[in-house]
């Protein structure tokens, strides 16, 4: 069977490729057809992300070869996250010149989310050997560390906004999510520094 490394990219190119395709098929690039390709992205962005943001501190726990080979394949899944969320920011961009008539502001903080897409690109972009030696593995580290926690905010913290304000179960659910990979982080941060 072949690994999750050399599947997780062309797997995640075809799911988008095909629900995309399936989703226009029904009636082309209206609103609904819009927002429902953004809902698709962001829960496939949501998957992604959540399995790279985790992939160290589940190994780091539960020392098995599944975890193992998801922390084997961190990289290409981050490339995969990176991915759908360029689909997922092209839905929106379609949105709001089709529903808004190109009026960027309707879409809120749009500083904050320039800055988390400028750091999913950088990040993807350096997601090499070569960059890891031309930047330094520290600084590496650091543009990968900081990234990670701005996405985990942006992705998050929408769902937690949303919660606040529909209560909806579904948004809760995603918002509790999001906050037990940040507490999963910091416990396999603090556990290696007691036992270092």
């Known amino acids: 069977m072949p690994s999750l490394k050399i599947i997780a990219l062309p797997a995640t190119l075809l799911y988008l490729l095909f629900t995309t395709i399936i989703v226009l098929t029904k009636g082309g690039l209206t609103e609904d057809n819009i927002r429902q390709i953004i809902r698709i992205t962001a829960a496939s962005s949501m ?37 759908s969320h360029t689909v997922h920011l092209l839905a929106i961009i379609a949105l709001v010149e089709i529903a808004y008539g190109g009026d960027y502001l309707q879409l809120g903080d749009i500083v904050g989310g320039s800055i988390i897409y400028l750091f999913i690109f950088a990040m ?21 560390k900081t990234g990670s926690y701005l996405i985990w905010v942006g992705l998050f913290g929408i769902y937690l906004e949303i919660a606040l304000e529909t209560h909806a179960l579904r948004y809760w659910l995603c918002a509790i999510f999001g906050i037990s990979l940040l507490l999963l982080r910091v416990s396999a941060f603090w556990d290696k520094r007691i036992n270092a």
């Open 47 to 83: 998957l992604l992300f959540s399995l790279t943001f985790a992939a160290s501190s589940l190994l780091h726990f539960f020392c098995t070869e599944y975890w193992q080979a998801l922390m084997q394949a961190r990289r290409r899944l981050g490339l995969s996250f990176a991915l």
């Open 124 to 144: 993807a972009v350096t997601s090499n050997d070569t960059s890891v030696t031309l930047l330094g593995a520290k600084n590496w580290s650091k543009l990968h």
